[in-house]
Nanobody, 128 residues
């Protein structure tokens, strides 16, 4: 079965950096869209569908970023691993960060949570 495992979260000072990693297993990776999403603690009860798209690589290989992280975060992929380099962190970046994958997704729509049917357990990022 599909499994996604995130790592690399933790605490950082404002202006600092963190790098998240996601290891995927259980499926063929080449055509899948993979991405990072996040959800602030006060919004957890809103559910999976309201998770904020941070950075994704769609099935055509195009990268897309949420407006609040453009220029600061970089998503990359290497075989079965997905990374998120986060620079110039701000307190509002504090959230649980989730890795997700969709069998096929292309375009801006891929920044929404709806297309993604597999999710990791999340890794906490706290910026102060």
């Amino acid at each position: 079965h599909v499994q996604l495992v995130e790592s690399g979260g933790g605490s950082a000072q404002a202006g600092g950096s963190l790098k998240l990693s996601c290891t995927a297993s259980g499926y063929t990776y080449s055509d899948y869209s993979m991405g990072w999403f996040r959800q602030a603690p006060e919004k957890e009860r809103e559910g999976v569908a309201r998770r904020e798209g941070v950075g994704i690589i769609d099935s055509d290989g195009h990268k897309r970023y949420g407006d609040r992280v453009k220029g600061r975060f970089t998503v990359s992929r290497d075989k079965n691993m997905l990374f998120l380099q986060m620079n110039d962190l701000k307190p509002e970046d504090t959230a649980m960060y989730y890795c997700a994958t969709a069998a096929y997704c292309s375009g801006d729509y891929c920044l929404q949570a709806a297309p993604y049917n597999y999710w990791g357990q999340g890794t906490q990022v706290t910026v102060s």
